[in-house]
C-alpha cells in the first residue's frame, strides 16, 4: 500500500467526515436543550438535499434559490417537530420522547417517498467536477464545498452561542434548566430553536453531500446513525467533540474501507461506537452536559 493511497483515503474520510461532523452537531444542539437524543436528525438530511433538488427540477429554480427554499423549509420542519410532538410530551421520560423521534423519522421518510418517489434526485456540483490535485491525491471541489460548509456552520454556531441573547439562554437552559427558568428565560422556545438549528444543520449536510452521492426519500436513516456514532465519539452534547467526531469516524470509515474492505464501511461506525461505549462512555471530549464544554 503506497503512502499516496493512504493519503487519498484520508482525504475522501475527511470529506465524508464533514457530513458526518453537520449531522453530529444537530444531534448535541438538541441533546443540550433536551436531554433528547433526536433520531429524526437523518431526515433532516434528507429534506435539504430532497427540497433542493425537487425545487430545481418542478419549479425550475437556479441552485442558490432552491438551496434558500431547502434550508428554510427544513428549518420550519424541525420547528415543527418540536411544536407537535415534542411540546406536547415534554412531561414525559425521555425514552418516550426517543421513542416520538424515531416515530417521526418514519413518518417523514414515509411522507417523502410518496412525495418524490423511490428514484434518486441529482443536485449538479456547486463548481465542477475536475478533481483538484493535492500532494499526490486528489479531491474533488464539491468536497472542498462540504469542507467549508462545515467550518462556515460551525463558525456561525460558536458565533450565536458566544455573542447573542438567544444562543446564551440556549446555553443556560443546557447548564441548568431549573436556573434559566428561574431567571425568567423560555425553555420550550429556546427547545425550537434547538430543533431549527439542528433542523438547519442538517439541511446544509443533505445539500452539500447531494451532488456527490445523489439524494433519495431513504438517504438519511443510515446518516443519521453514522452522525449519532460521530456524536457519541466525540462527546453527545459537545459541540466541538460533534465536530472532531465527525472528522475521525470519517477518516476512520474510509482508513477501514480502502485497507480491509469496502464491505465493512457500513459496519466500521457501531464498530467505533460500540469500543466508545466500552471504554469512554462520554466520549473523547465529553464531560458534563452543556455547550460550553
Known sequence: MHPEQIWQFILSGITTGGIYALIALGFSLVYNATGVINFAQGEFVMLGGMITAATMSAWGLPLWLAIIVALVLTTLVGLLLDRAAIRPARNSTVVVLIIITVGASIFMRGVASIIWGPNERPIPAFSGEAPIGLWGATV?????????????????????????????????????????????????????????????????????????????????????????????????????GAIA?????????????????????????????????????????????????
Open 140 to 240: 474533488t471541489p464539491q468536497g472542498l464545498w462540504v469542507l467549508g460548509a462545515t467550518l462556515v456552520v460551525a463558525v456561525a454556531m460558536w458565533a450565536v452561542f458566544e455573542f447573542t441573547v438567544i444562543g446564551k439562554a440556549m446555553r443556560a437552559c443546557a447548564i441548568n434548566p431549573t436556573a434559566a427558568r428561574l431567571c425568567g428565560i423560555h425553555i420550550s422556545r429556546m427547545v425550537s430553536w434547538s430543533f431549527g438549528l439542528a433542523a438547519f444543520s442538517g439541511a446544509v449536510a443533505g445539500i452539500v453531500l447531494a451532488p456527490i452521492t445523489m439524494t433519495q426519500y431513504n438517504i438519511g436513516s443510515m446518516l443519521g446513525l453514522k452522525g449519532f456514532c460521530a456524536a457519541m465519539l466525540g462527546g453527545l452534547g459537545n459541540g466541538l
Open 245 to 293: 467526531g465527525g472528522f475521525l469516524l470519517g477518516v476512520l470509515e474510509a482508513l477501514g474501507s480502502g485497507l480491509i474492505s469496502s464491505s465493512y464501511k457500513d459496519a466500521i461506525a457501531f464498530i467505533v461506537l460500540l469500543i466508545v461505549l466500552l471504554l469512554r462512555p462520554s466520549g473523547l471530549m465529553g464531560g458534563e452536559r452543556g455547550v460550553e464544554d
